[in-house]
């Protein structure tokens, strides 16, 4: 008898199978597809590989480590509004508690929206699922990692999938201010 850690083991494995062939399937299919070239630059590489998916389109975003996008040349049913977590960060919760969670969830879910909109490129890269079985991906736009720019601008802590940490927003949200000598 299979426990649940098997179930969740096949499971897993019949997935990034399933999109392995469909990756493949969607190439077949595509491969010098009039949209796929006519939505990008001449010159720009849009090819996938493995883990990475590029010129990527924006649909939209609900927070700010959480955004829904286009992958050309898949299959609609595995490539078409797919909701992505960015890596290797948490932003605050659009209903958090607090009212400084709610300031700092709107602001980077702003951010996120603007700097996704006004991309040249953007590229999912080492793309896998997360525990709840979400696909999971570092978000690269025009080259920068979309998980240091809010870490840069205090909209964000590193987060690496396991337990989260208590964060005060409002402590995040206030410059910091240089050490006295």
Known sequence: MIGKRG???????????????????????????ESLVSSQKEGTNCSHDETTFRCVKF?????????????????????KRISVRIAGIDTAEVRGKGPCEKDSARTSR??????????????LRKVDR??????????????QSLAEILIANRLAVPYDGGKKSVVNWCEMGRP????SK
């Open 7 to 33: 179930v969740v083991i096949v499971y897993r494995s019949s997935l990034l199978l399933f999109l392995a062939i469909a990756l493949l399937c969607g190439y077949a299919r595509v491969a010098g597809a």
């Open 110 to 123: 702003r951010l996120v929206e603007n700097k996704l909109k006004l991309a040249k490129s953007i590229e």
């Open 130 to 143: 997360d525990k709840y079985f979400r696909i999971l991906a570092e978000v690269y736009v025009d080259g």
């Open 59 to 79: 649909i939209k975003n609900y927070d700010g480590d959480t955004a829904t996008f286009d992958i050309p040349g898949i299959h609609p049913l595995f490539g």
């Open 176 to 179: 910091r201010v240089p050490a």
